[in-house]
Every structure is written in C-alpha cells, then in structure tokens.
C-alpha cells in the first residue's frame, strides 16, 4: 500500500541554524501538505502546496519556514533559524486532489528538538 | 469548518464494537465529515469518511444522522492496537483545504 514516508526521523539541531525537513508524498498525489504537533498539543496546519506554489499557509507559516518541490518526488519544509519554540513532531500529508472529498495521508513524522 | 465535540476519553473492552460519537450541530450541506486517529506520537491515520450517507471499509463505520448534526464511528471488534485519539474533523471547501484538529476523543482499549 502507497504510503507518505519523512525523514530523518529525528532531527536535532541548535538554535539559529538551519533545518530541511523531508518527505516523499504518494507518488500519484498532487496536493502536500506540511502539519506539527508541539508535544502535548493539536496537530497543526502549517502550509499546503500544489502545481509548485503555496496555495494556503497558517499564521504559525511565517518568513522563517518555505516549503520546496525540489524534484518530482520530495517535498521539503525548511526552517531557516531554528527556535526553541520550533520543537515539534513534524508531519508530511499529501492528497490525489485538493477537493474535500479526498483524504489526505500522512507521514510518520519527523521530531525535530531544537537545543 | 463546523466545530465538533466529542468525550475527551472513553474505554471499549477488547473485541467488542467501540462506538464513538460526534457533534456537529452547525454543519452546512457540503461540509464532509472525516475520521483520523492517532497512536502515541504517530502520524494521524484516515480512517473514513462521509457527507450524508453511512460508509463503511475495512476499519470502520460511519454513522451520520439524518439531520446530519451527529455521527458515530463504529470500530467493530476493538483490539488493544486501536487505542489512540479518535479525531472528528468537519471539512468544507470554504475553509480551504486543510484539515483542523481537535481535541479528540482519547479511547482506551482494555482487555
């Protein structure tokens, strides 16, 4: 069964530096998604992507965090200077069409702890 | 998208149908109603989804009432690898496509 795959699983890294978050959508989805989840808290949208531009971003998306399409199968979030605050599970979701009536599948995640 | 509320917390024994309940009383026409869970820390799983009718697949079903202001998830023969959060979710297109989480319904299977 397709599946969203991410990595590194775990990702440590000091404040101030730079961050790329990776993930493989299903390979015939066209929709991506970028959610996390700061421990004990909801799971939140961070950003969606398609046809290589932003279609909707959250007020946590702020200048620090750009998503990419580098090839035609990664998609990545990068956080350029890392803050504490950032420290969250990190989760990839991609969808076969943006309409509502199509599910939306999501990675395992990747922990990013910033130190 | 419409609020839900569902009980924070529920246990089901094992092997018998877990029944977890939603309120969306402020649902509008073309909002869908979806499921997710989550186990421990992992990535939310789908499990199903509707506008009006009752669905079902292989990991559950979908009960939603005629008026459409409730539904029920229906796990039939819980096993202990389906403790986790249950998250009702109510998706419109207006509110763009992204999902938006609750606080769930924390569900305790129990041998």
């Not at chain 1, 991506?32 to 969606?48: A, H, P, T």
């Not at chain 1, 076969?96 to 599910?103: C, I, P, S």
């Not at chain 2, 297109?93 to 129990?110: D, I």
Request: with cysteine.
């Amino acid at each position: 069964e397709p599946e969203v795959t991410q990595t590194p699983s775990h990702q440590v890294t000091q404040m101030g530096q730079e961050v790329i978050l990776r993930c493989v959508p299903i390979s015939n989805h066209l929709y991506f998604y970028w959610y996390r989840q700061i421990l004990g808290q909801k799971v939140e949208f961070l950003v969606s992507f398609y046809n290589n531009e932003i279609s909707e971003k959250s007020e946590i998306f702020d200048d620090q965090f750009s998503v990419e399409r580098p090839d035609g199968s990664n998609f990545t979030l990068k956080i350029r200077s890392t803050k504490l605050e950032d420290s969250a599970m990190y989760f990839c979701a991609s969808s076969a069409d943006v309409n509502v009536a199509y599910e939306q599948y999501f990675g395992p995640g990747t922990r990013l702890t910033v130190t | 998208d419409a609020k839900t509320t569902q009980p924070p917390s529920m246990d089901c024994a094992e092997g018998r149908a877990a029944n977890l309940p939603c309120n969306h009383s402020t649902i509008s026409g073309n909002e869908y109603v979806y499921w997710y869970r989550q186990i421990h820390s992992q990535g939310p799983q789908y499990i199903i989804h509707g506008l009006k009718n009752n669905e079902t697949n292989e990991m559950a079903s979908l009960i939603i009432t005629e008026d459409r202001k409730s539904s029920t998830l229906i796990l039939p023969h819980a096993t202990l690898r389906d403790t986790a959060v249950y998250y009702c979710i109510v998706r419109s297109k207006a509110a763009g496509n992204k999902l938006t989480f609750g606080g769930g319904t924390r569900v305790l299977v129990k041998p």
